[in-house]
């Protein structure tokens, strides 16, 4: 099966710095990668995602990048707000099947 | 559109007791899932569904049950909840093979 490792757990950052998360996957078969924004209380929520033949895509703000070769993919927040606070989990498919596996999390800390 | 919705949103059950997690969907969506999170370890899959009259195993399968009673819904059923199964359940829903899941807005669920 597959095996997504999330980077750092914790990470805390001064308003308008960057942050960046990272995630490793063991599949090679995954194809689609995710990345959920889950805010105190409240559910998962999609913020930006990437397919295998795109190595870069970008949304305003956020960006995720991906390595397919050594199979790993990232999340970078630019000019962060405090409102950017929240736990922040990537995941990967399994192949062409339809199952998900998710990374731990990283908590996300914006300090003012 | 409600997307996916979940009932109870909160469950306070004895060891030994049983109950239903109720999850349904009106986007109409081939594929459900029902995820556990607990603290530090993300999301977890238990069971899944690809489409309607097919149910298959997660990560977390034991203890567990489910039913995809038609394409709009798809219950998790515990059948004897046992203090380890203490958790916030989510369900979620998505279209094709590399599409969004959308998630409900959970059930907490607590076994004494």
New interface residues.
Partial sequence: ?ENVE?HP?TLSVQEGDSAVIKCTYSDSAS??F?WYKQELG?????II?I?SNVGEKKDQRIAVTLNKTAKHFSLHITETQPEDSAVY?C?A?LG??????????TKLNVKP | NAGVTQTPKFQVLKTGQSMTLQCAQDMNHN?M?W?RQDP??????IY?S?SEGTT?K??VPNGYNVSRLNKREFSLRLESAAPSQTSVY?CAS?GG??E???????TRLLVL
């Fill in positions: 099966g999330q757990s194809n689609y995710p409240k559910r998962p929520q999609l995602d397919r989990f995941a498919n062409n099947f339809n199952k998900f596996y998710f990374g731990s999390g | 594929s899932y995820y530090g370890m993300g999301l977890r899959l899944y690809a298959d997660g990560e989510f998505k093979a590399q969004t899941q959308y998630f409900g807005p959970g």
